[in-house]
């Protein structure tokens, strides 16, 4: 069975930075890129990106280069994503969410709820 | 960027309704367009991907067509565990888009 695993909602001040995992398990971590998604409360979802931990190779969202960061450790099957210089509009829950074929989204981790307040 | 219209935003039909929402892309997209479900307060679920397979598990109630720049989900015979809000998603070119959503609720 194929899941992923999200890190724990985070609470963080203004300015700062957070990086957040999703644990892989039930199949071949390096067969397949794995996307991220944001929404934010009340809101629809938007693609961050993604990374494919065969090469670690990634792909981003013009919209949020230089906001997401997207690696990988293939020994524990963990993708990461660390979002910087955080400020309200960034308090979302965010989603990794493996893909299927050709990267539509075959399965979705649980969310991470990050929080931005002084 | 691929712009994806979705239709309706929100919408109420009764049990045992036949359901159909719509996606309109603002360029041919070749049928890569899948389709989510999301309960309150839970993650997405996949439905439909290349625009008619259905995900393993997904009740056959549900089927997506669709090509070029026009698709749609349709729900053959509504149940109330089908309240939700559900997205299209463009996944043929970066970045990828999804519709702004179309909430279901039984009448």
């Known amino acids: 069975e194929v899941q992923l695993q999200q890190s724990g909602p985070e609470l963080v001040k203004p300015g700062a930075s957070v990086k957040m995992s999703c644990k892989a398990s039930?199949?071949?971590?390096?067969?397949?890129?794995m996307h991220w998604v944001k929404q934010k409360p009340g809101q629809g979802l938007e693609w961050i990106g993604y990374i494919n931990p065969y090469n670690d190779g990634t792909k981003y969202n013009e919209k949020f280069k230089g906001k997401a960061t997207l690696t990988s450790d293939k020994s524990s099957s963990t993708a990461y994503m660390e979002l910087s210089s955080l400020t309200s509009e960034d308090s979302a829950v965010y989603y990794c969410?493996?893909?299927?074929?050709?990267?539509?989204?075959?399965?979705w981790g649980q969310g991470t709820l990050v929080t931005v307040s002084a | 960027d691929i712009k994806m219209t979705q239709s309706p935003s929100s919408m109420y039909a009764s049990l045992g309704e036949r359901v159909t929402i719509t996606c309109k892309a603002s360029?041919?997209?070749?049928?890569?367009l899948s389709w989510y479900q999301q309960k309150p307060w839970k993650s997405p679920k996949t439905l439909i991907y290349y625009a008619t397979s259905l995900a393993d598990g997904v009740p056959s109630r549900f089927s997506g067509s669709g090509s070029g720049q026009d698709y749609s989900l349709t729900i053959s015979s509504l149940e109330s565990d089908d309240t939700a809000t559900y997205y299209c998603?463009?996944?043929?070119?970066?970045?990828?888009?999804f519709g702004g959503g179309t909430k279901l609720e039984i009448k």
């Open positions: 998603l463009q996944h043929g070119e970066s970045p990828y888009t």
């Open positions: 360029q041919d997209i070749k049928s890569y």
């Open positions: 039930g199949y071949t971590f390096t067969s397949y890129v």
């Open positions: 969410a493996r893909s299927g074929g050709y990267f539509w989204f075959a399965y």
